[in-house]
C-alpha cells in the first residue's frame, strides 16, 4: 500500500515563495536599482550584493591593468623598433625612457639604447650601454654583433668580408643593421666598386630598402654628380618618408647644386630629429646666406660660436654675413681663432684681406691676400684630382693624400680628412697622413685620437 505525503496548502505556499527568492542567476544589472526588471521586487540583502559584486571587481581590475599595461608596453616597442628602423635616434632614445619609468632598466632596453647610440656615434654611450646589456643578461652573442657593426662602421675592420660574414651569421642579425654599417665603412676606404657590389646584393635581398637608393645618392654625391644624387634621394624621400638621414644628404645634394630654396624644407626636418649634427646646421647657414637672409644666420650660429661649438665652416659662413654687412671688425673677431689654427686657409684668408683693408691694416691685408694668391692653383686642381682618382687613373696613396692635404689645410677639414683616411686603408704606413692626422686631431681638441697616430709615427720611426 503506497502512502502518499500531503501537503497542506500553507505548507505549498511557503515553498513557492522561498524559490522565487533565490535566483538562479545574478549579473550586474540586478544590483541596479534603476533597472526596470527589479522594480517591485524584494531588494537582494546587503550582505550578499557586497559579496558578489566585491568577487567580480576583484577579477575585473586586475585584468584591466595587466591589459593597460600590456597594450602600452607594445605601442611602445612598436614605436621603438620602428624608430630605429629609420634611424630616428632621438625619438627611440626618448621612447625607451619612457617605457623604463614604468618598466625600469631591463637588459632589453640598455641594448636598444646601445644601438640608437651606434648609430648615432656616440662611442661612450654606446660602449656604456652595450656593458650593461651584457650584465644584466641579454644575449652576449648579440651584444658582440653590435661592437662588429661599429667597427665595421668605422672602417676599422681589415678584412671586410670575413667580418660581414660573421655579423651575417649571428642570432637574429639583420640585414638591416649590418648593411649601413659596412657601406659606411666602405665609404671610409673610397672602396666604390665593393660598395657597388654590396648595394647590388642588399637591392636583391630586399628591393625596398631605403638603404639602396640613400647609397647610390651618397655615391653619386662623391663623384661630384647632384642630378643624380637629388634623383636618388628624392625617390628615397618619396617611397620611405620617415627614413631621417636621407633628409640631411638631400639638403646638402641641393645645396651644392644652388638650388639654396629647396635646401631649407629637408634640412630643417633632419635637424628635427637629429639636433645635434653641426654639419646640418652649415648646411643650413650656407643655404640661409646665399637666399640673402643673414638675419637668421646670425641667429642661428652666433649661439654656436659663443659656446664653442662653431665648427669653422660655421665662422666662415657667419664671417661672409658681417663682411656683406660690412661690419669688418666682427669679421676680424670671428676669423682670427680660425686664421691661427689653419693659417693656410684661402676663403679666411680672402675675408681677412677685405677686412684688414677696410679697417686700413695695409700690413695685415697684403699678408693674408698673399696667402690667398697662392693657395688658388691648388684649390683650382682639387676637381681634376678628385675625377683622375675616381677613375682610377691616380689610385694610389700619394695621391689621396695629396687631395686631402690640399683640402685639410686650404678649403675644408672634413672633406681632408676623408682623403687622409682613404690614403691609410692604401697604405696604413703612410706616415705623411699620420703626420697630418695628429695636426687635425690636436687643432680640434681629440688629443686621444692625435696619440694613436702619433704612437704609429713614433713607432715607425724607432724601428727605422
Known amino acids: 500500500m503506497m502512502v502518499r505525503s500531503k501537503l497542506s496548502p500553507k505548507s505549498t505556499s511557503a515553498a513557492a515563495s522561498a524559490k522565487k527568492a533565490i535566483p538562479a542567476s545574478l549579473s550586474l544589472d540586478d544590483f541596479d536599482p534603476r533597472n526596470p526588471a527589479t522594480l517591485g521586487k524584494p531588494a537582494l540583502k546587503p550582505t550578499w550584493a557586497r559579496i558578489r559584486l566585491a568577487v567580480l571587481l576583484s577579477i575585473l581590475i586586475p585584468l584591466a591593468v595587466f591589459g593597460y599595461y600590456h597594450n602600452r608596453r607594445t605601442t611602445a616597442q612598436s614605436k621603438i623598433a620602428k624608430a630605429l628602423e629609420n634611424w630616428d635616434n632621438g625619438a ?18 640598455a641594448f636598444l639604447r646601445s644601438r640608437a647610440y651606434r648609430h648615432l656615434g656616440d662611442d661612450i654611450a654606446f660602449a656604456q650601454f652595450s656593458e650593461l646589456a651584457r650584465q644584466l643578461g641579454y644575449s652576449e652573442e648579440k651584444v658582440k654583433n653590435e661592437r662588429l657593426l661599429r667597427d665595421l662602421h668605422l672602417g676599422l675592420v681589415d678584412d671586410t668580408e670575413g667580418a660581414l660574414a660573421r655579423a651575417m651569421a649571428a642570432p637574429g642579425a639583420e640585414l638591416e ?3 649601413p654599417a659596412v657601406v659606411y665603412g666602405l665609404l671610409s676606404k673610397l672602396s666604390f666598386p665593393e660598395v657597388n657590389q654590396f648595394l647590388e646584393f642588399w637591392s636583391e635581398q630586399n628591393p625596398d630598402s ?5 647609397f647610390r645618392g651618397m655615391m653619386s654625391m662623391a663623384g661630384r654628380d647632384t642630378v643624380s644624387a637629388i634623383q636618388s634621394f628624392e625617390s628615397c624621400a ?3 618618408p620617415d627614413f631621417v638621414p636621407v633628409y640631411g644628404q638631400m639638403g646638402a645634394a641641393y645645396l651644392k647644386a644652388r638650388d639654396y630654396e629647396k635646401v631649407l624644407p629637408p634640412i630643417q626636418r633632419y635637424l628635427r630629429s637629429v639636433p645635434e649634427d653641426l654639419d646640418a646646421y652649415s ?44 661690419e669688418w671688425a666682427k669679421v676680424v673677431e670671428i676669423l682670427s681663432s680660425v686664421a691661427s689654427l689653419w693659417p693656410e686657409d684661402v676663403r679666411t684668408a680672402n675675408l681677412l684681406s677685405q677686412a684688414h683693408q677696410a679697417l686700413g691694416n695695409e700690413e695685415d691685408a697684403a699678408r693674408f ?18 675625377s683622375r682618382i675616381l677613375s682610377g687613373v691616380d689610385r694610389t696613396v700619394e695621391k689621396h693624400y695629396e687631395l686631402g692635404h690640399i683640402l685639410l689645410h686650404k678649403q675644408s677639414r672634413e672633406e681632408g680628412l676623408q682623403w687622409l683616411s682613404s690614403a691609410l686603408a692604401i697604405d696604413a704606413t703612410y706616415l705623411p697622413a699620420h703626420e697630418d692626422l695628429v695636426m687635425y686631431f690636436n687643432r680640434t681638441n681629440r688629443p686621444e685620437l692625435a696619440a694613436r697616430h702619433q704612437r704609429y709615427i713614433n713607432l715607425r720611426r724607432g724601428s727605422q
Open 283 to 326: 648646411v643650413q647657414a650656407g643655404a640661409l646666406v646665399n637666399l640673402d637672409r643673414g638675419d637668421e644666420v646670425i641667429e642661428l650660429l652666433n649661439p654656436l660660436v659663443e659656446t664653442g661649438k662653431a665648427t669653422v665652416d660655421m665662422k666662415t659662413t657667419l664671417a661672409r654675413v658681417y663682411s656683406a654687412r660690412e
Open 369 to 386: 691676400a698673399k696667402i690667398a694668391q697662392e693657395g688658388q692653383p691648388d684649390l683650382q686642381s682639387v676637381d681634376q684630382r678628385v
Open 238 to 240: 618619396l617611397s620611405h
Open 210 to 214: 631605403p638603404w639602396v637608393p640613400f
Open 92 to 109: 627611440a632614445i626618448r621612447e625607451i625612457k619612457a617605457l623604463e619609468k614604468g618598466t625600469g632598466l631591463t637588459a632589453e632596453s
Open 177 to 179: 643593421e649590418i648593411g
